[in-house]
Nanobody, 126 residues
Framework: QEQLVETGGGLVQAGDSLTLSCTGTGRSFPGKAMAWIRQAPGKEREVVAAISWMSWSSTSPYYTESVKGRFRISRDNGKNTVYLRMNSLKVGDTAFYYC????????????????WGRGTQVTVSS
């Protein structure tokens, strides 16, 4: 079973930047699509960004509309790690962020992961 561990969350001020990291175990990581999910109290879980086993394609990366131009997802298969660079953070970005993996990219885009980490909290103050 693959395990995913997220780091990089914290308390920041609006306009600041953070980089989240998700490191996975297992030899299959390079062949897994990855996504960053966030969930805030009273809100639906949301696929923030996703990236396929190949970083760039016609359908990868994916970003939810609210973070386009501000967030960037990337991966380093040599380190078994996927990153989420978050710039110009807003109060509305406050949420619990976790990463998910799936062998099938489209299922991951639909919110279905096979493995996920325990997450990291991002809190943006005004």
């Amino acid at each position: 079973q693959e395990q995913l561990v997220e780091t990089g969350g914290g308390l920041v001020q609006a306009g600041d930047s953070l980089t989240l990291s998700c490191t996975g175990t297992g030899r299959s990581f390079p062949g897994k699509a990855m996504a960053w999910i966030r969930q805030a109290p009273g809100k639906e879980r949301e696929v923030v960004a996703a990236i396929s086993w190949m970083s760039w394609s016609s359908t990868s990366p994916y970003y939810t509309e609210s973070v386009k131009g501000r967030f960037r997802i990337s991966r380093d298969n040599g380190k078994n790690t996927v990153y989420l660079r978050m710039n110009s953070l807003k109060v509305g970005d406050t949420a619990f962020y976790y990463c998910e993996s799936n062998r099938i990219y489209n299922k991951l885009l639909g919110g279905t992961g096979e493995y996920w980490g325990r997450g990291t909290q991002v809190t943006v103050s005004s």
